[in-house]
């Protein structure tokens, strides 16, 4: 059986290579972050077993990155933070928002090891989702007295799947209101200069000429 990975993330040095020699003695593959923006290049390159995720970071903290990956549907793997003494009430409400535990530095060997072969553990006993076909939805609603069919694929990532539908809700909506973007907005509950980047990054197409005299 291949060794588990484990994703070091901390911005200090010293704590990266003492972890690095006493996870690759336990067997383990490492692979090391001193930042934000390396963690997540890792993430998105592999998926870890485990992360270690030190809370204080130079770019962005722990907290931050841990509420990223479970927004964008990247929290698939335990992560353990680590904190310093002033950082415990963090690292307690990390473990709320998706974190599996945390380990106070300096951290003791024991505990360490101990709380990364629970959570290894406890992730592989995760029961599996079912596999489905793949497939997709049809929808068809009623625009203006019109049948308009919209097709929903639901094979894809979520994150994907997400975008898909954002993409259909918009153009209802933009349709019912006969491309009036400033009641779209009202109807759907966005500003009107959020919702204008809500469709072009969805790639939807809309008119801005008009508006003020709605």
Not at 16 to 43: K, P, T
Not at 118 to 126: S, V
Request: proline content about 4%.
């Amino acid at each position: 059986m291949a060794s588990k990975q484990i994703l070091v993330v901390d911005d200090e040095i010293g704590i990266r290579e003492l972890l690095s020699e006493i996870l690759f003695d336990e067997g383990y593959q490492v692979h090391l972050a001193e930042n934000a923006e390396q963690a997540r290049a890792c993430r998105l390159e592999r998926e870890p077993d485990l992360v270690l995720l030190d809370i204080w970071m130079p770019d962005t903290d722990g907290v931050t990155l841990l509420k990223e990956w479970v927004e964008q549907d990247l929290l698939t793997m335990p992560v353990v933070m680590m904190s310093g003494h002033g950082t415990i009430e963090t690292a307690v409400e990390a473990t709320r928002i998706g974190a599996v535990d945390f380990l106070e530095k300096p951290i003791a060997l024991q505990k360490l090891l101990s709380t990364i072969a629970k959570a290894i553990r406890e992730d592989t006993l995760k029961p599996q989702a079912p596999i489905v076909e793949a497939q997709s939805q049809q929808i068809t609603l009623n625009i203006d007295g019109q049948a308009q069919h919209f097709l929903l694929p639901l094979d894809l990532p979520l994150r994907e799947a997400r975008e898909h539908f954002d993409a259909l809700y918009f153009d209802y909506h933009l349709r019912r209101e006969v491309g009036n973007v400033s009641r779209v907005a009202e109807k759907v509950g966005l500003e009107r200069t959020h919702l204008y980047r809500k469709l072009k990054q969805l790639g939807i197409k809309f008119a801005k000429k008009g508006v003020e005299g709605e």
